[in-house]
């Protein structure tokens, strides 16, 4: 399953909504689609598992949706933490787990 | 607490090899599937492969298949990804990773713990 993240980067100020958009090129399974935040020199940090639900200690600011085939990563009110690289992943079908291409957050 | 300390890496020329370990603490080991994922310098996240909770299953990513070995030690409470026939194109720094829950099915689960990270160099 390959997945198409868009944008590639989002400009944004501090307090706005970041709307980041992840498609797969077929249906996945379950909605298994997971969002990670990676910052340079950081490990990635899961923020979303199960197309919807928050990883624990992720802040309600972050919040996912969709099903089938398209899927959102939507942060509310962007902190000055949240300006990173966000991938989304699908764990729907049999390994080799796929990652989209990831889209950038920075700011505007 | 969740702990995976990362150990090997390093610098090595091209066809040759490097043994990445994983140690882990602070959770049930042997329940858990563990799972490698790489970034290359400048680029995203790539899945790489992952075992069973018993090491009786393992997935690669068809960019490593033949050449990366993962394997795991319940009793020593750690993963091992073998990295043969090594190419530039390996490069990257390699993490590695628990599955979020327990005995997910048939590898399938997100990675909700990550090691801090480890960098393997590949040039001539």
């Known amino acids: 399953i390959v997945l198409a993240q868009s944008p590639g980067t989002l400009s944004l100020s501090p307090g706005e909504r970041a709307t980041l958009s992840c498609r797969a090129s077929q249906t996945i399974s379950n909605n298994y689609v997971a969002w990670y935040q990676k910052k340079p020199g950081q490990a990635p940090r899961l923020l979303v598992y199960?197309?919807?639900n928050r990883a624990t200690g992720i802040p309600d600011r972050f919040s996912g949706s969709g099903s089938g085939a398209d899927f959102t990563l939507s942060i509310s009110r962007l902190e000055p933490e949240d300006f990173a690289v966000y991938y989304c992943?699908?764990?729907?079908?049999?390994?080799?787990?796929?990652f989209g291409g990831g889209t950038k957050v920075e700011v505007k | 607490e969740v702990q995976l300390v990362q150990s090997g890496g390093g610098s090595v020329q091209p066809g040759g090899s490097l043994r990445l370990s994983c140690g882990a603490s602070g959770f049930t080991f042997n329940s858990y599937w563990m799972t490698w994922v790489r970034q290359a310098p400048g680029k995203g996240l790539e899945w790489v492969a992952n075992i069973r909770e018993d090491g009786s299953e393992a997935y690669y990513a068809d960019s490593v298949k033949g050449r990366f070995t993962i394997s795991r030690d319940n009793v020593q409470m750690s993963v091992s990804l073998q990295m043969n026939s090594l190419r530039v194109e390996d490069t990257a720094v390699y993490y590695c990773?628990?599955?979020?829950?327990?005995?997910?099915?048939?590898?399938?689960?997100?990675?909700?713990?990550w090691g801090q990270g480890t960098l393997v160099s590949v040039s001539s």
């Open positions: 990773a628990r599955s979020r829950v327990m005995y997910c099915s048939g590898g399938r689960c997100p990675s909700g713990y």
């Open positions: 992943q699908q764990y729907g079908s049999s390994p080799p787990l796929s």
């Open positions: 199960g197309a919807s």
